[in-house]
């Protein structure tokens, strides 16, 4: 599929559409979900459930100005030891509850900035995982690394705890840009991380980058996309900025007037989009490109690609089981969210409870669309009518009056039952799934929630 958008597409790239990790998004989720309806839910996980585990670390040393994440700017280890010593006692309360069932088949630590932590600290939690949930040869181990904070022989021994894949925020190469997002990094200190990644044998390294930031130009971003290319990583997301400071005040720092243009914007993500296709990379959804081995691109092949809250994965695990503030666990027919608020979580777990929150319990309908949103994003196709089967005739003629307009602009076309997502129009997936959901102003309409940019 080719992916250089079409002049007359451009007038969607002013619409902001949800990143669609979940639907109804977490912009939904309200306190009626508790931690009670969370343990009802573990106690009914089978016992071989594929399970994917989340750890969420949300310290970082300092704040990059861009950031959308849950994390927060932490000097004092002190406090990062007490919360890993709360995430021991709420990995050991599920597995109380999980009496042996599920078997997680990976293990993904997140952030904020997962090294952050030490490695011994690391590992214990990793104890605590292996010997509450269990963990086996083939479970898989993955983390995200802050370049700046890897000390030493970080790598080697995250390689020798098992974790072969490892992600590492780049967003940009260039020296300008890095100090308009607050986020220095030489290339060298990349390249050297890389370098010892591949040593201890850790062979599946993922690059975040990030188009749309203050003072790229298609110039510099080339440079960039060069440099990346030249460390060959496995796999690479590219995402595009979204510029939202009245619902993230720290991007309030970032001098508006640097950002790039709508049409610059869409030259960064062409020319990047070009650049790893020409470098033999494997398009993947929307916003991931992967080594044509990668188990990522052979997921994508085989048709087995998911959408989770990490984004586009090769994991089969429909399960997710969340530790830490903020994280969300979902069990087939519940997101449950754990307090945001480090006092709050620190809270619910001393009083011997799950560290719920929030939540959302999706109705069938809800569950219909999610699945048909999920395929559009995955596989740019989804099969419509079992939407149309499951929502209201007024409802079902809306959604087509938008798909129909889609389908006038050639952004998508109706094949019998199923609606395909055009050549060329992958970058605009999540307008058209936007088409099915009721919760969205269709295509165009702004939303005053803090959603992504399409584009
Ligand atoms: S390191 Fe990551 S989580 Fe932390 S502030 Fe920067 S972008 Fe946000």
């Not at 932490?74 to 006692?89: I, M, S, T």
């Not at 020296?175 to 990644?197: H, Y």
């Not at 999610?370 to 499951?390: K, N, P, Q, W, Y």
Request: glycine share 8%; aromatic share 8%; with cysteine.
């Amino acid at each position: 599929m080719m992916r250089f958008m079409k002049p007359h597409w451009r007038k969607y790239l002013g619409a902001r559409a949800p990143r669609y990790t979940s639907f109804p998004s977490a912009l939904h989720f309200d306190e009626q979900v508790t931690a009670v309806d969370f343990a009802a839910r573990l106690r009914e996980i089978s016992l071989y459930e594929p399970l994917s585990i989340y750890v969420h670390v949300p310290f970082c040393r300092q704040m990059c100005w861009y950031c959308g994440c849950s994390m927060r700017v932490e000097n004092d280890y002190a406090r990062a030891l007490r919360y890993v010593d709360a995430l021991l006692l709420e990995v050991s309360r599920i597995g109380e509850i999980l009496n042996g069932s599920g078997q997680p088949l990976s293990v993904h630590f997140g952030g904020g900035t997962p090294n952050y932590l030490q490695v011994d600290e690391i590992a214990r939690i990793l104890g605590a995982i292996e010997s509450s949930l269990g963990l086996t040869d083939s479970t898989k181990l993955a983390i995200e690394l802050d370049p700046r904070l890897i000390r030493g022989s970080d790598v080697a021994r995250l390689a020798m705890l098992g974790f072969g894949r490892i992600s590492i925020g780049v967003q940009d190469f260039d020296p300008d840009v890095q100090a308009a997002i607050n986020r220095i990094q030489s290339f060298e200190l990349v390249e050297n991380a890389v370098g010892e990644m591949r040593g201890a044998g850790v062979n599946d390294i993922s690059f975040d980058l990030l188009f749309g930031l203050p003072k790229q130009t298609p110039a510099s971003f080339r440079d960039t996309m060069e440099k990346t290319i030249a460390l060959a990583p496995d796999r690479v997301a590219i995402f595009g900025y979204a510029h939202l400071p009245a619902a993230l005040p720290r991007q309030r720092l970032i001098e508006e007037s640097t950002l790039p243009s709508s049409d610059i914007r869409i030259e960064l993500s062409e020319l990047a989009d070009a650049m790893m296709i020409a470098a033999g990379y494997r398009r993947i959804g929307f916003d991931h490109y992967a080594k044509p081995d990668n188990a990522l691109a052979r997921a994508d092949r085989e048709g087995r690609l998911r959408r989770n809250f990490q984004g586009f994965t090769d994991d089969i695990a429909e399960t997710t089981i969340a530790v830490g503030a903020s994280a969300i666990s979902e069990i087939e027919g519940l997101y449950a969210q754990n307090a945001k608020d480090l006092g709050e979580y620190y809270d619910r777990l001393g009083r011997g409870e799950l560290a719920t929150a929030r939540g959302l319990a999706p109705s069938p309908r809800e569950r219909i669309i999610g699945a048909a949103i999920r395929d559009l994003l995955c596989r740019f196709e989804t099969e419509i009518s079992a939407v149309l089967a499951r929502v209201s005739p007024h409802e079902a003629n809306a959604i087509c009056g938008r798909l129909d307009a889609l389908e006038a602009d050639g952004v998508i076309e109706w094949r019998g039952d199923l609606i395909a997502i055009t050549e060329g129009a992958g970058p605009l997936a999540r307008i058209v799934a936007m088409a099915l959901d009721p919760y969205e102003n269709p295509v165009c309409g702004m939303t005053n929630r803090p959603f992504a940019r399409a584009i």
